[in-house]
């Protein structure tokens, strides 16, 4: 046993095994010999310098997923084989769930018991859920005027190229590169510079699972280089990418500058979590703060403008403040840690300043807004009182463990301050009145709602956003359906007794 009461076998942290660029097979130094430092959050120590790819490296992975797409056996592959080999795969990433755990709580300052028991078994569980889907792909018969016979083909897009974010390297590896290898794609895919340990080890299991050189090359670098190479390349036939508004904006006039590629966007969101007078209190208060705590905040989907009605308001910030005090900060590693460091210096000292704005704004201070010790990343969970609707934390992203509360009197209100965003992800609903539910949901705008409970995330429910959340579906069937493409074949019908 460690110092934390952690068993030791269990704690060890692996040694990095894969640093360099996953490109048409095997690993390789960028064309450059340009590395970066990947940093522990914990203790904002290096752990390990990774190859950093540029343009070049790009260039060099898109040649080779075109000739896989254009040449190679996985478009032709049966759709079955296909399956196979990824349910392979699926089953490699289980046989590996420690080790990948440590990756992700190492670089990204996630729990790692989160990790080991949700996390990264439900990665291996999404890639089960598209290869299952991968033999039932298929067009219509039509049955157009008179003298033809037409049917539709659902066929790959080409070359994909992946852009992901840091808060869930593993969940987002997966959502993107499943559906895209079950339609029968090839890809580039670019993880985040905070997080490229597991994409990595990611890319090994694949190649060990079968899966052919060229059809997934990992590429780590920055943004401003390597992504902006995935979005203007000529030879990409689409782009994926989640991340801020913001880039998203630069991801599509890139696209549209390039080769006009059709993109999907699934970016930020203000979240509003409604709680009404009749909701279970105490439900009501686990979810309220669940839904801006969990993952440190740093989750797109996160309720981070909670309304609660006038009736019960008081009462539930109370008990609100009370639990948000009780919530332990501390090492991802300790199975009684709640909550672990924000990913990087960067995000830390973005979440304080908000934290420091709202007050200047005016709003009361409730509870934390303060870093947890001297060393790493670490945030105390925050909650804000007489907020206004207007004010610079209830409509900005914060991207961590930060609570706007506001109160509402009458179900109309709390639909407009719903939908007083520019933002249109998700949204929470806590109510025990069926009429309430059904008005909400009819209401708000937005791709996702929960009533009366919140991340309930299943490989089978379409995710995505409206307004500038962007658009596009990363799970579900529809996640499938942007990597094909619709191809109309037409026939004439010759002596057709019918003319």
């Known amino acids: 046993m460690n110092s934390n009461g952690y068993p030791a076998s269990s704690f060890k942290i692996p040694t990095v095994k894969f640093t360099k660029l996953f490109i048409n097979g095997h690993f390789v130094d960028s064309l450059s010999g340009g590395e970066f430092e990947t940093i522990d959050p914990r203790t904002g120590e290096v752990i390990a310098r990774i190859a950093e790819g540029t343009k070049e ?205 059709p993109v999907s966007l699934e970016l930020g969101g203000k979240s509003p979590f409604i709680i009404f007078d009749d909701a279970d209190l105490d439900k009501a208060v686990e979810l309220a703060l669940m839904a801006v705590v969990y993952n440190k905040g740093e989750v797109c989907a996160a309720g981070s403008r909670v309304f609660v009605q006038e009736g019960i308001y008081d009462e539930f910030e109370k008990r609100l403040v009370e639990k948000a005090k009780a919530w332990v900060v501390g090492d991802p590693f300790d199975p009684n840690v709640q909550q672990g460091p924000q990913v990087d210096k960067k995000q830390f000292e973005k979440i304080l300043s908000y934290i420091e704005h709202g007050k200047r704004e005016g709003a009361t201070l409730l509870t934390g807004g303060k870093r947890v010790g001297n060393k790493g990343y670490y945030i105390e969970p925050t909650i804000f009182s007489n907020v206004k609707e207007d004010m610079l934390i209830a409509q900005d992203e914060i991207f961590g463990p930060v609570i706007a509360l506001m109160k509402f009197k009458t179900i109309e209100e709390a639909i407009k301050s719903a939908n007083n965003s520019r933002y249109g992800l998700v949204a929470g609903v806590v109510t025990k009145s069926l009429d309430t539910a059904n008005t909400m949901s009819r209401s708000i705008r937005a791709g996702v709602v929960w009533i009366n409970c919140y991340f309930a995330f299943e490989n089978d429910i379409p995710y995505g956003g409206c307004k500038m959340s962007g658009f596009g579906k990363d799970s579900g069937l529809e996640a499938l359906h942007k990597y094909l493409h619709v191809k109309s074949v037409v026939t004439p019908i010759y002596n057709s007794p019918w003319l």
């Open 57 to 261: 490296d790009i260039d060099l992975a898109v040649k080779a997923s075109r000739l896989a797409f254009d040449h190679g056996p996985w478009p032709r592959m049966p759709a079955v084989e296909r399956a196979r080999i990824m349910m392979k795969w699926a089953d490699l990433i289980d046989q590996h769930v420690e080790e990948i755990a440590a990756l992700d709580a190492i670089d990204a300052g996630k729990l790692y018991h989160m990790l080991k028991a949700i996390e990264i078994p439900a990665t291996a569980n999404t890639i089960r859920y598209y290869a299952g889907a991968a033999d039932k792909i298929h067009g219509e018969v039509l049955k157009p005027a008179r003298e033809f016979h037409a049917y539709t083909l659902l066929e790959p897009v080409g070359v994909v190229g992946h852009i992901i974010p840091w808060n869930f390297p593993s969940i987002m590896f997966v959502s993107k590169v499943s559906p895209c290898l079950a339609a029968g794609c090839t890809m580039v895919l670019k993880p985040a510079e905070q997080t490229p340990l597991s994409a990595l080890f990611y890319a090994h299991l694949a190649k060990l699972a079968g899966i052919p050189d060229g059809v997934l090359n990992v590429v780590p670098g920055f943004g401003a280089t390597a992504g902006a190479a995935i979005c203007s390349d000529m030879d990409i036939d689409k782009v994926s990418f989640t991340g801020s508004t913001e880039v998203g904006r630069e991801v599509m006039r890139a696209a549209a500058n390039s080769n006009l590629k």
